[in-house]
C-alpha cells in the first residue's frame, strides 16, 4: 500500500474451513469459490473493499453494479450464502474434527510407509488439507492407484499438464524434486469419517510399496543414490 499496490488474497481454500474477517486485515480484495464451501458448482465470488478502483474484465450491461456483464444465477448466488452461513455455524467444531482426523491421517502414514513427509508449516496451516510428500515415486502413478481403490486425492505434480516436471511451490519451498514428484493432497471437509481416514491407511502403505518396487530409485534397502539420474531433474 506504501508503495500504491493492491493486495488481492486468493482464500479459495480457506473460506468456509477458517475464520476470515477482512474488516481487520489490509486486504483489498478477496476471491473465494462455492463448492470449495459445499455451496452450488461454477459460481465464485469477489470481495472488494469500499472505495477500491476496479475495472471490469467482462462488459456488456449494469449487471453487478457494473462490475461484471451478464445475467447473474441468483440460485448459486443463494446457495453460496447459505452455505456460507452453515459453515459458520458449525466452523469452531468442525475445524477441531477435521484437525484430529487429519492429523491422524499424517501421523498414521509417516510412521507406516517411511521415506515420506508432510509439507508446509506444521502448525499455522489449514485443518482439512495434508500435502505428503512421498520420495522415489510418481504422484500421477499414486493418484491412478487411489482412483482404481475408490479414493481422491489430487498431485501436487504438474504432471497433468504434460510436464514431468514438479510443483514449482514445491521446488520454492525447498523440497527436494524426488519428493516433490510424489506429492499427494488429501483434502477433508466436515463430511469425511473415521472411517474413511481408516481406509485411506490400510490402502495407501500397500500402494506406495507396490510403486516402489517399480522405481529405478529404490532398492530393497530403500532409496539408493547410485540408482539416481541427475536428469531427471
Not at 504438474?158 to 499427494?184: K, N
Amino acid at each position: 500500500h506504501q508503495h500504491g499496490a493492491l493486495f488481492h488474497c486468493d482464500a479459495v481454500q480457506a473460506v468456509g474451513k477458517v475464520p476470515i474477517d477482512v474488516k481487520t486485515t489490509d486486504i483489498d480484495m478477496m476471491s473465494m469459490s462455492s463448492h470449495k464451501l459445499h455451496g452450488p458448482k461454477g459460481l465464485g465470488a469477489l470481495y472488494l473493499k469500499k472505495g477500491t478502483r476496479f475495472r471490469p474484465l467482462q462488459r456488456g450491461g449494469h449487471q453487478e453494479r457494473g462490475r461484471r456483464g451478464g445475467t447473474e444465477n441468483a440460485p448459486a448466488i443463494v446457495g453460496l450464502g447459505k452455505a456460507a452461513e452453515m459453515a459458520m455455524a458449525t466452523m469452531a467444531e468442525d475445524i477441531k474434527r477435521m484437525t484430529a482426523l487429519r492429523d491422524k491421517l499424517e501421523k498414521g502414514l509417516v510412521a507406516t510407509v517411511g521415506h515420506c513427509f508432510v509439507t508446509g508449516d506444521p502448525l499455522d496451516r489449514l485443518p482439512n488439507t495434508s500435502t505428503i510428500a512421498f520420495e522415489y515415486i510418481e504422484g500421477e502413478a499414486i493418484l491412478l492407484k487411489l482412483n482404481q481403490a475408490g479414493i481422491a486425492a489430487s498431485s501436487g505434480s504438474a504432471c497433468t499438464s504434460g510436464s514431468l516436471e514438479p510443483s514449482h511451490v514445491l521446488r520454492a519451498m525447498d523440497i527436494p524434486f524426488t519428493a516433490a514428484h510424489g506429492a499427494i493432497r488429501f483434502s477433508l471437509s466436515r463430511e469425511t469419517t473415521e472411517e474413511e481416514i481408516d481406509r485411506v491407511l490400510a490402502v495407501v502403505p500397500e500402494i506406495i510399496a507396490g510403486l516402489r518396487v517399480m522405481s529405478p530409485f529404490w532398492s530393497a534397502d530403500g532409496a539408493s543414490p547410485e540408482n539416481f539420474d541427475p536428469a531427471y531433474a
